[in-house]
């Protein structure tokens, strides 16, 4: 079973910046992927950013030149920084992880989430 702990959440004004934690219960190279999901009020979850066990990143269109998501493989650790936060950043933010055990097959798994909250 994995284990996902994240921390880091809180309240900050518009323009301020937060730094995100994920703890893995195992190394995030064992993953095919690990990054971040949101989701706001009455909105679908939506990807932030995600790493590969490669080290590729991808963003989503909103964040890009404002998050970073980076890992300590040391630390079995993924992190998101976020800077200039907006007001409409502010969701419920989970660490995910992915495996594709066989081909056709994705297994997810989900940390407890962690609010941000921007105010205007």
């Known amino acids: 079973q994995v284990q996902l702990v994240e921390s880091g959440g809180g309240l900050v004004q518009a323009g301020g910046s937060l730094r995100l934690s994920c703890a893995a219960s195992?190394?995030?190279?064992?993953?095919?992927?690990i990054g971040w999901y949101r989701q706001a009020p009455g909105k679908q979850r939506e990807l932030v950013a995600a790493i590969s066990s490669g080290g590729s990143t991808n963003y989503t269109d909103s964040v890009k030149g404002r998050f970073a998501i980076s890992r300590d493989n040391a630390k079995n650790t993924v992190y998101l920084q976020m800077n200039s936060l907006k007001p409409e950043d502010t969701a419920v933010y989970y660490c995910?992880?992915?495996?594709?055990?066989?081909?056709?097959?994705?297994?997810?798994?989900w940390g407890q989430g962690t609010q941000v909250t921007v105010s205007s």
């Open positions: 195992r190394s995030a190279f064992s993953f095919n992927a």
């Open positions: 995910n992880a992915r495996i594709h055990p066989r081909p056709g097959i994705e297994v997810d798994y």
